[in-house]
């Protein structure tokens, strides 16, 4: 009877033993390859982009995200000259399309993700009431985005040029390195006035927005995102622009200042 009781009870030992290697432990996707993804992105995506990164690498522990904001224009020129990257997001179509044409992207992952808008904002203490204004002697310097470098320039350029008041305003222009330094130079009252995107007033501190621009007065606001081709982890970056383009990240980019494009 001792030996049966003996026996049984190593038996009940290796099968408990056998149950307990084949449990996962609470970290899914335990066994998958660590990687680490460089994201090159349009500053003003910086906000919705870091609640993005927190979901995605909950949901993939082995996945580490790595952003790197800039202008486009200055990721663009960035990625021309080797600087590594897996996603381009950019915030005007001229930046991927110049990739495109150096054969730096995957066409076939090229996808226009986000939209946005174009508004003229100020002070909290401002009594700027439109554009008409700027040319007036309330308003001293005005921020725009560099349009060479800068696609919220740009716009901002082809908007104030097609509204008759680019030429007006020359001397008061205080050119930015990007959208976000423009939010700060009128956050600071280091100027007077400044165009961002919607998505970046909302993020503004003691400013507020004064009106939109026409939407005739500059062309659509797209953003676009495209894989470059030199990315060593292809599959990885595929899965991260799947779930950008999904409706969890919609309504993040939503909540943000950003719209969907089929809205």
């Not at 500053?43 to 996945?63: C, F, G, H, M, W």
């Not at 008409?132 to 696609?151: C, F, H, R, W």
Request: proline letters at 3%.
């Amino acid at each position: 009877m001792r030996r049966l009781l003996l026996l049984l009870s190593f038996i009940v030992l290796i099968v408990f033993t056998g149950v307990g290697c084949g449990v996962d432990k609470g970290q899914p996707n335990a066994g998958a390859e660590p990687v680490n993804l460089t994201i090159s992105a349009a500053a003003s995506l910086q906000d919705a982009a870091r609640e993005l990164k927190e979901i995605y690498t909950r949901e993939n522990p082995n996945v580490t995200i790595t952003y790197n904001f800039a202008s486009s224009g200055t990721l663009q020129k960035q990625i021309e000259e080797g600087a590594p990257a897996d996603l381009f997001i950019s915030a005007g179509k001229s930046q991927m399309d110049a990739l495109a044409e150096k054969g730096l992207i995957i066409e076939d992952s090229r996808k226009d993700l986000l939209g946005n808008d174009l508004v003229l904002i100020t002070g909290n203490d401002s009594s700027l009431a439109g554009f008409d204004e700027l040319t007036g002697d309330k308003v001293a310097k005005i921020s725009i985005g560099a349009p060479e470098s800068v696609p919220a320039g740009k716009y901002s350029q082809e908007a104030l040029d097609n509204m008759g008041l680019w030429d007006a305003i020359q001397s008061k222009l205080v050119l930015a390195k990007d959208v976000r330094q423009v939010l700060t130079y009128v956050e600071t009252g280091n100027v007077d006035a400044g165009l961002v995107y919607h998505s970046d007033a909302l993020m503004g501190k003691n400013i507020k927005v004064v009106t939109v621009a026409p939407e005739d007065s500059h062309k659509p606001i797209v953003y676009p995102m495209a894989i470059i081709k030199e990315t060593k982890h292809q599959a990885e970056t595929e899965s991260f622009a799947n779930f950008l383009s999904g409706q969890e990240a919609s309504k993040v980019f939503i909540k943000y200042g950003f719209k969907r494009l089929d809205d």
